[in-house]
Every structure is written in C-alpha cells, then in structure tokens.
C-alpha cells in the first residue's frame, strides 16, 4: 500500500513537472546520487534474487535515462572530491559496482564503453584468485533451482527437508553451518556434491562463469578499459577485530593495486555491514571514501567514510529511478535500513 502511495506522488511529481525542476535545481546540484549495481542475469539470477540482480538491458533503460537527463556521470574519485568542495555539476551521478562479479566484465564492461560512463567496482579478491562459485551465493542458488523437490543429504541435513521457502533457508543455513570451518576448494567440492543431490549440472552452470568474479586477468583489463578497481576486503567480510579487518584490507590491496598501477583508497563495506568503529580504523588505514547500502543521496555533510547509494536492481520501478535522478524521491518517507551490528565472523579460514 504504501509503495503504491509512493508510486502515485512520484508519477504526479513527473507529470506536473516538479521532477524536473528540481532535478536541475541548485538543491540538486549540491548532491551527488551514487549508484549501487551487484549482478547482470547471464540466466535466471534476477528471478532468483531480483533485489540485486537485473537483466542487461535494464542496465541499458538506466543508462540511457542518464543520457536523456543530461547527468554528469563522474568517476568516483573526482565526485568524492568535489562533493567535499560543493563543487559539483548538475545533476551528478556515479556509478559502482560490488563484487567485481564475471557478470560485470561480460556485460557490464561493455555497456559502460558505449555510453562513454565511467565506473568503479568494489573487488573481492579471494574469489577473484579461485575461479570457481561464490559458496554462499550458488549455495542459495542451487536450493532455489531445485524449488518443491525433496532434499535427502544426510551428511549435511538431520532429516529430509523439502525445498519450500522456508525449507530452503532452512537447508541453506545447515549448508553453512557445515561448512563454516571449510577452505574454498572444500565448499566448492560440497557444492558439486549439493548439486548432484539435486540432480543440477554443476559444472555447467561453472562452464558459463554463472555466480562467479571476476579473475585477476579480467580484473587488469577492466582496469586498462579505465574503470576504477577499489576495495571490497579479500573475502567479502568486515571482521568486528582491528587485526582480523586490517588484514582484509591488507589483503584485499596487495592484489588490487598492482592492476591499478595506483594506491586504492576507496571501500565499500561488503553486504552493507557497519560498525560504529570502521570509519576510524577505514581512515587510519588510508581510506578516502567508504559507500555504504543505506538509501539517499550524498551531500557535503554526508560522512566520507558512511556515503549512501541508491542500490538498484529488478525491483527499482522506472518511476523509482527517475525520481531518483532527479532528487525528488529522496523527499518521500523511506525505511532506513537496519545495519548490522553484530560480531562478524573472524575466523581465518577461506569464503
């Protein structure tokens, strides 16, 4: 009811031109709207999690939206910095992608080299070294594929679980429980054994790079393309101890900065996980800016190292991320996301 509500005021909004005055407005010049992108569907990952993924060519809608409205699309170093100076153009907007996922070189990349965008992706390393699936991602994935069949896996499951909504959270956490202790190559051989449970084709679901990052490779010619590669910790986890996070970013750098030719030091929390401490450890460890998943626009009191981002995916309307460009949206009552605060896993083993 309420998005509906929401829905109605902002098409009002556009249809009487309010949307459009305040998009070039100096009220939105003084902000900068950073964009959030996770996944492009290289099969059905926007149906299985449409919140983070979107197919290509509503990555194209977006894209040309900006073009139409005339946004100045800046690289995120130089938004970061004039957005501390009240220095921005009209209708700023910069564009970040999390993860570094194969998605992003396969269709992404190109995408951006058409419209003439620039970009940074927030990489994770660990899986950008062991080309194989993301453990937590394909693990949600392969339950959600076999959806109403019956899971019989009794070296993992107490009892046979069938793959309902709730069967497969439920199936989904013992999965990781059982694994919590596990290297990589040991998740990824429990994947393969979880998908031949299920009667999935394992491999050719890794034949077509579904769920996976970038290599290192792919990552340096996205860098020689000119998009920004910047941190996003080794493995994808913001530890709550100082020695466990500095070593994520430690890690994280010395594979990033080689292919950057260039110092990284821009972050973005991974799954959105905060801690009233980070922006002071992030800042002794060099860190200019930090994004975060929390919705708005970024102004000059905006906190460098907390900046917000419009995260978008499939269920973003096109009147949602019209208003957005605009800067109308960011008048309407939304619900603040509940950051997490809770101790983050610290142990050293591999994602």
């Not at 991602?137 to 896996?153: E, F, H, P, Q």
């Not at 190559?185 to 679901?205: G, N, T």
Request: glycine share 4%; with cysteine; hydrophobic share 40%.
């Amino acid at each position: 009811m309420l998005k509906t509500l929401k829905l109605s005021a902002l098409e009002v909004a556009a249809r009487s031109g309010l949307s459009a005055a305040v998009r070039d407005s100096r009220w939105r010049q003084r902000r900068l709207l950073i964009l959030c992108y996770h996944g492009l569907s290289l099969s059905d990952e926007h149906v299985w999690d449409p919140e983070l993924y979107m197919e290509p060519h509503l990555l194209r809608r977006r894209f040309e939206t900006l073009r139409r409205q005339q946004c100045a699309v800046l690289p995120l170093d130089e938004a970061v910095e004039r957005l501390a100076h009240d220095d921005l153009p009209p209708r700023a907007v910069t564009i970040t992608f999390d993860d570094g996922s194969y998605d992003f070189y396969k269709c992404g990349l190109p995408m951006l080299q058409e419209f003439g965008f620039p970009a940074t992706v927030y990489l994770s390393t660990y899986y950008a070294t062991f080309n194989r699936p993301v453990f937590d991602s394909m693990s949600r994935y392969l339950l959600w594929k076999a959806n109403g069949r019956v899971l019989d896996y009794p070296r993992v499951l107490r009892k046979v679980v069938r793959l309902d909504q709730s069967g497969q959270r439920e199936a989904d956490l013992a999965i990781k429980e059982h694994a919590r202790n596990m290297s990589g190559r040991e998740k990824d051989e429990l994947l393969a054994e979880l998908a031949a449970c299920l009667h999935i084709d394992y491999e050719a679901l890794c034949s077509r790079r579904v769920l996976h990052l970038m290599t290192m490779h792919e990552a340096a010619e996205c860098a020689a393309a000119g998009i920004d590669i910047e941190l996003h910790t080794h493995r994808h986890r913001s530890p709550a101890n100082l020695q466990f996070f500095n070593r994520e970013i430690e890690d994280n750098r010395r594979l990033i900065e080689p292919i950057r030719q260039a110092p990284a030091r821009h972050f973005c929390y991974p799954s959105g996980f905060e801690r009233p401490e980070f922006p002071d450890w992030l800042e002794r460890a060099g860190i200019q800016s930090a994004t975060t998943c929390q919705l708005g626009m970024a102004t000059r009191r905006s906190h460098p190292l907390r900046l917000p981002r419009l995260v978008d995916g499939s269920l973003l309307t096109t009147t949602e991320f019209d208003a957005w460009v605009s800067g109308v949206a960011s008048f309407l009552p939304r619900r603040r996301l509940l950051v997490q605060t809770g101790v983050w896993p610290d142990e050293a083993t591999q994602s």
